[in-house]
């Protein structure tokens, strides 16, 4: 049977995010929030929130500086 729909994951490395909250900001989904727990560096990190869908827009990994950000189709 055809997709109907696409759907996307995002996923962010952690103990690589300085949580300056950009990819936050330009979210239009809500599908980015920071983190409860401190990373290694000492920075609420930015995660994928679970009930929220992430559109496949790509604006997150345009705006992060260190580039910790994957989108993929699936
Ligand atoms: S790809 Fe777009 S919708 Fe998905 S998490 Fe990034 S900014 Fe949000
Ligand atoms: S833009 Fe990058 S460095 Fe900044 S909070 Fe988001 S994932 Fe972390």
């Known amino acids: 049977m055809a997709k109907t729909k696409n759907t996307y994951t995002v996923t962010t ?23 409860k727990k401190l990373n290694k560096m000492g920075y609420f990190y930015a995660e994928p929130v679970q009930d929220k869908e992430c559109t496949g827009c790509m604006s997150c990994t345009l705006v992060c500086p260190d580039l910790v950000i994957e989108v993929y189709d699936g």
């Open 13 to 35: 490395r952690s103990e690589s995010c300085k949580g300056c909250g950009l990819c936050i900001e330009y979210c239009k989904s809500g599908k980015l929030a920071f983190s």
